[in-house]
Nanobody, 124 residues
Framework: QVHLVESGGAPVQAGGSLRLSCVVS????????MGWFRQAPGKDREFVAG????????MYADSVKGRFTISRDNARSTLYLQMNNLLPEDTAVYSC?????????????????WGQGTQVTVSS
């Protein structure tokens, strides 16, 4: 059984920063890609950022490029998302994703594991 637990979501004013964390536990076969996705009320879930096992390759949605940074610490089994210059349109539930079938997950897969999500609310 694999578990992903996110933390770090909070209310914040526009222009502020947050760092999300996602801790992975359970039996896994390395390597695996990880990513962050978000879902705003009334909208579909969308890709935010993804990273490969080594951390040497990353991908971002255009809407967050230059503001968000994804990273991981495999020794701590933890994925991070540093979010700077937050905008009201970043308000959403952010979920981490682990996929053993792709180098960098950029879309939801039936083979992926998901956390329960953490709420980020950005006020103007």
């Amino acid at each position: 059984q694999v578990h992903l637990v996110e933390s770090g979501g909070a209310p914040v004013q526009a222009g502020g920063s947050l760092r999300l964390s996602c801790v992975v536990s359970g039996r896994l076969v390395n390597p695996y890609g990880m990513g962050w996705f978000r879902q705003a009320p009334g909208k579909d879930r969308e890709f935010v950022a993804g990273i490969n096992w080594s951390g040497g390759s990353v991908m971002y949605a255009d809407s967050v490029k230059g503001r968000f940074t994804i990273s991981r610490d495999n020794a701590r089994s933890t994925l991070y998302l540093q979010m700077n210059n937050l905008l009201p349109e970043d308000t959403a539930v952010y979920s981490c994703n682990l996929d053993t079938t792709t180098e960098i997950p950029t879309a939801a897969s039936e083979f992926a594991f998901w956390g329960q999500g953490t709420q980020v609310t950005v006020s103007s």
